[in-house]
């Protein structure tokens, strides 16, 4: 068992962080696997009210390990990202993500599916599926047009373009911009801590409220895009880019 996801439990709340600094927290298939067993636990422990996914003040992750995605691509939707991303989607406590410096592929798309998000005005957010030889996963070809319009969406998608912290929180990625990636994981934090006070049930039900209007169409984009994200990760398009990161001297 390796320490790259680092739980902490304290009262109500529970810290998922990801801890792999040589590599950029880019994550693995293990720890896809931790964090979804940990989300799922959390999720059936009544005296969990809040989760907190975050990296470290400087780093929050490079999106998943290049070399995994060449050596042992997710073959089906039940691969671990599939399952860490499922037990996201599914969780019914409230899951707040404080977000500083790298987030880059499953690392920007995760954000779209959080509660709330608390991010360093200077994060430097990527989708760089297509430079990759991708395509979009886990709804983020619904949500990014929805809420930023067909045209930024495409800007984002399409051509892979960065943005910053400050732009997610403008365009409602994000729920707000921080001055420092300290400032935050305090100001995430802090926000957790509300969740002691508030009414369990009522959050739950309103968390839920909130995210069953899409549910069904979300799946069905979901499903769509993970079989064209497994198909793609076999193409040549997409071996030669993720063999040039591994190789770029
Ligand atoms: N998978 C595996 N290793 C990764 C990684 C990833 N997604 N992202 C970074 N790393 C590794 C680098 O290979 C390097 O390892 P090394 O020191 O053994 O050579 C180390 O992490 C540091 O990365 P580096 O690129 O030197 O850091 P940086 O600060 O200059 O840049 C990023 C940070 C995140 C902008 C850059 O690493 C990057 O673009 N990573 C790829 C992100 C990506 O495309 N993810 C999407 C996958 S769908």
Request: some cysteine.
């Amino acid at each position: 068992m390796t320490n790259a996801i680092q739980q902490q439990r304290e009262r109500g709340l529970l810290t998922l962080q990801l801890n792999r600094p040589d590599k950029k927290n880019a994550l693995t298939r293990a720890m896809y696997m931790q964090l979804a067993e940990a989300l799922e636990q959390a999720d059936a422990d009544e005296s969990i009210r809040c989760v907190l996914i975050q990296g470290s003040s400087v780093c929050f992750t490079a999106g998943n390990d290049i070399g995994d995605f060449l050596e042992q691509p997710p073959s089906d939707l039940d691969s671990p990202p599939f399952y860490f991303m499922k037990s996201l989607l599914n969780c019914r406590k409230p899951v707040i993500a404080a977000v500083a410096g790298a987030a880059v592929g499953i690392g920007t798309t995760l954000l779209l599916h959080c509660d709330l998000v608390y991010i360093s005005r200077d994060a430097r957010l990527r989708m760089p599926f297509v430079n990759l030889g991708l395509c979009p996963e886990f709804g983020s070809s619904l949500i990014l047009p929805r809420l930023l319009g067909h045209a930024k969406a495409a800007e984002l998608l399409l051509l892979g373009e960065g943005f910053t912290g400050e732009q997610a929180a403008a365009w409602g990625i994000a729920t707000e911009a921080l001055d420092s990636g300290e400032a935050a994981l305090a100001k995430a934090r802090e926000i957790a801590g509300r969740f002691e006070c508030l009414a369990p049930g009522a959050v739950q039900v309103t968390k839920q409220l909130m995210k069953s209007v899409d549910r069904e169409q979300l799946r069905q984009v979901i499903e769509e895009e993970g079989a064209l994200f497994v198909q793609r990760l076999k193409s040549p398009e997409a071996i030669a880019a993720l063999s040039g990161f591994i190789n770029r001297s």
